[in-house]
């Protein structure tokens, strides 16, 4: 038997055990819930968007020079406000996809505020 039918033999029994193995990666990969997420990492990546987003390094804020847009994805509504009215010669190059809708600030009731509520009248009064 010449090299090139060894080699020929070889591939050929090779070729279906890699095709296996690669396949039983996929279905693995597969295997996990779909809703397995790591809270730190989600916490993490909230952190570094809030850096970015506040605290853009020098990097950062060239490549926004250049055009170059960021999407922001999963910040809270809060978050997003913020950001806007402290950074609004930056507004160009952001993009704010996914915002979480947060709770309303509450506020004291009127009997411990200082200064009672008054209320105003209407349109027909």
Same mark, same amino acid.
């Given at each position: !038997?010449?090299?090139?039918?060894?080699?020929?033999?070889? *591939?050929?029994?090779?070729?279906?055990?890699?095709?296996?193995?690669?396949?039983?990666?996929?279905?693995?990969?597969?295997?996990l819930?779909?809703?397995?997420?790591?809270?730190?990492?989600?916490?993490?990546?909230?952190?570094?968007?809030?850096?970015?987003?506040?605290?853009?390094?020098?990097?950062?804020?060239?490549?926004?020079?250049?055009?170059h847009?960021?999407?922001?994805?999963?910040?809270?509504?809060?978050?997003?406000?913020?950001?806007?009215?402290?950074?609004?010669?930056?507004?160009?190059? !952001? !993009?704010?996809? #996914?915002?979480?809708?947060? %709770?309303?600030?509450?506020? *004291?009731?009127? %009997?411990?505020?200082? %200064?009672?509520?008054? %209320?105003?009248?209407g349109? #027909?009064?």
């Amino acid at each position: !038997m010449n090299r090139i039918e060894t080699t020929r033999r070889v *591939a050929a029994t090779r070729g279906p055990r890699i095709v296996r193995q690669v396949l039983a990666a996929v279905a693995l990969a597969g295997a996990l819930p779909a809703g397995a997420v790591d809270p730190a990492a989600d916490a993490n990546l909230e952190q570094w968007l809030l850096r970015r987003l506040n605290e853009p390094t020098e990097r950062e804020r060239a490549h926004e020079r250049e055009g170059h847009v960021y999407v922001y994805d999963g910040l809270t509504d809060r978050a997003v406000d913020q950001a806007l009215s402290r950074h609004f010669d930056r507004i160009e190059y !952001m !993009m704010f996809v #996914g915002t979480r809708k947060t %709770e309303p600030e509450k506020t *004291a009731p009127a %009997e411990t505020q200082s %200064e009672t509520p008054t %209320e105003s009248p209407g349109c #027909g009064s």
